[in-house]
């Protein structure tokens, strides 16, 4: 098959970005040729909400050129209006409810234009696919046939080094954006004794009150954006991953490479998480915006190295599930049932 994937970003370690690194590896590992469209190979404008907006209008127009392709496969809305310019079989991916993430980070008025474009963005594809069950049931109730297909991961390629750079050490490595609940672990990290060091990998809007946080508390460490291999060294070194999330898609890269490297898991139970995690079985599942519960947590794992090492195991043996060769097969066959429609 040729394919043509059009994502807003497919580098770095963001959710959307690992989930196409991932999909575009399999696709040709399995002999399918696979184009990239997205923000580093196409122009948009570097400003907070214009990014995206300009992405759409570029992408849209350099798909015009683009022929002969059997699929063109969108991520998520902001990708979507390429879907129009290129004649072939159309999916959109979906990683979350985009006009509620908009909502949280730009308000209300930039959130309902952003409603208004996702109904149309849906319209647009053949096949709609979601990242979690909560996600299938929303969309569901609208009135949408959509496909569930959960996130993946490639396993084996994962780095193998350690970082670890304190006795105790525990980790958060995503997006420093509110609904990623870094306002949360901010709270929680007031309390949080000083023996235990938290290491803060990411970038994002919420940066400048992060790096004044550390400045006031010697146990907390921004390092800003990492490369994976990087990421990983110090997700292995450490004794815990932290995900208290407000909202997110489907299960997290970084919780499924937290489960890959043997560290236990502190997870919100937001979005796809509810349905692969279990509470004291392979992570610990707190409630969205409860600081409070997050540093419960994480005294009671830290003080417990066995549960530690038994929820890490069974983590590890569940996400074995979510391996590329496993759910790259699920792409296949979704790919060879949109040829065979007749729309």
């Known amino acids: 098959m ?30 399918h040729q696979v184009d990239i469209i997205s923000s580093e190979n196409t122009f948009t404008i570097p400003v907070r909400k214009l990014k995206n907006p300009s992405f759409m209008i570029s992408s849209f127009l350099k798909t015009r050129f683009k022929k002969d392709y059997d699929i063109i496969h969108a991520q998520n809305p902001p990708a979507a209006l390429a879907l129009k ?35 149309h963005a849906l319209s647009w594809a053949d096949t709609i696919t979601v990242s979690s069950h909560e996600l299938y049931d929303h969309y569901t109730k609208m009135g949408y046939t959509v496909h569930y297909l959960p996130n993946a991961m490639d396993i084996s390629s994962l780095p193998t080094g350690t970082d670890r750079r304190y006795e105790k050490q525990i980790v958060y490595a995503a997006r420093m954006s509110r609904e990623k609940g870094i306002i949360d672990i901010l709270q929680m990290a007031q309390k949080l004794p000083d023996d235990i060091h938290l290491l803060l990998l990411g970038s994002g809007p919420e940066e400048d009150l992060v790096k004044k946080a550390c400045e006031n508390k010697k146990n907390l460490h921004f390092l800003g954006y990492q490369e994976k291999q990087k990421t990983i060294e110090i997700m292995r070194g450490s004794d815990i991953v932290i995900q208290p999330s407000i909202m997110e898609g489907g299960l997290s890269y970084t919780r499924l490479e937290a489960m890959a490297c043997r560290v236990p898991l502190i997870s919100t139970t937001a979005g796809g998480s509810k349905d692969v995690l279990r509470h004291m079985e392979n992570a610990y599942l707190i409630n969205p915006n ?9 005294l009671e794992l830290m003080n417990n190295p066995q549960k530690r090492k038994s929820i890490a195991e069974n983590a590890y043996q ?10 790259g097969k699920m792409y296949l066959k979704l790919y060879d049932d949109v040829l065979k429609l007749r729309i």
């Open 290 to 298: 409860d600081p409070e519960g997050l540093l419960k947590a994480i």
């Open 2 to 31: 040729k394919i043509l994937i059009v994502s807003p970003t497919h580098q770095g370690i963001g959710g959307v970005a690992r989930h196409v690194q991932g999909l575009v590896n399999f696709l040709k590992q399995n002999g």
């Open 318 to 327: 569940t996400v074995k599930k979510y391996d590329w060769s496993e759910i």
């Open 85 to 119: 310019g290129v004649h072939a079989k159309k999916i959109l991916s979906l990683h979350g409810v985009h006009h509620e993430q908009v909502e949280l980070l730009h308000g209300n008025t930039v959130g309902e234009v952003a409603k208004g474009f996702e109904k």
